[in-house]
């Protein structure tokens, strides 16, 4: 069965204390991963796209590693705003079609 | 650039009735997408359309139905609805040509559903 996890559910940070989140996949036919970032009562905002191993996506205090099993999401320095929940989104071929599977989330909060 | 535009925000509905949700892509944007989101589920895809042809579809119910129209605005239509259906939906757009391509998503800010 297609599945994606993602580890820890939750995280509590404090300011400028560096961590990983991680995505972990099993999936058939892997076209790409996707991360994005969630605030409360607002949709998702995409971060990055990584295609295969070995590729890694930096923005700011985030970087998007991939490996052939499972995505990490490392955050360097972090301050309060990136407080949300981060998600991360697999595309894979089932069949003749595409689908888009998402894990639940890791909520982040950074303290000062 | 305006974002993804959906309506209503929020919305109450009895058991039984249907509902309809709408989604406006970011201009240009030929691509739509329909997601639920729950606490229990996380976010799982329904739907995607593209040029007005439903190109992919997840698991979900009959009940559960969309079209896109030529202007790339999309609905989303529930029936019967169950208490179980409440959750945030959410609409995305892309440039590119759906999930058969590869691209990044634009969410819209979502329609609250509460079933009674």
């Known amino acids: 069965e297609d599945q994606v996890t993602q580890s820890p559910e939750a995280l509590r940070l404090q300011e400028g204390e560096s961590s990983s989140l991680n995505c972990s996949y099993t999936?058939?036919?892997?076209?790409?991963l996707f991360w994005y970032r969630q605030d409360p009562g607002k949709g998702p905002e995409f971060l990055f796209t990584l295609y295969s191993a070995g590729e890694e996506k930096e923005k700011e205090r985030l970087k998007a590693t991939l490996t052939k099993k499972e995505s990490f999401l490392h955050i360097t320095a972090p301050k309060p705003e990136d407080s949300a929940t981060y998600l991360c989104a697999v595309q894979h071929n089932t069949g003749t079609a595409s689908k888009l599977t998402f894990g639940t989330g890791t909520r982040l909060q950074v303290t000062l | 650039k305006a974002g993804v535009t959906q309506t209503p925000r929020y919305l109450i509905k009895t058991r039984g009735q249907q509902v309809t949700l709408s989604c406006s892509p970011i201009?240009?944007?030929?691509?739509v997408s329909w997601y639920q989101q729950t606490p229990g589920q996380g976010l799982q895809f329904l739907f995607e359309y593209f040029s007005e042809t439903q190109r992919n579809k997840g698991n979900f119910p009959g009940r559960f139905s969309g079209r896109q129209f030529s202007n790339s605005r999309s609905e989303m239509n529930v029936s019967t609805l169950e208490l179980g259906d409440s959750a945030l939906y959410l609409c995305?757009?892309?440039?590119?040509?759906?999930?058969?391509?590869?691209?990044?998503?634009?969410f819209g800010e979502g329609s609250r559903l509460t079933v009674l």
């Open positions: 999936v058939s036919g892997l076209r790409g």
């Open positions: 995305a757009s892309s440039l590119s040509e759906g999930l058969i391509g590869t691209g990044e998503l634009f």
């Open positions: 201009s240009g944007h030929r691509s």
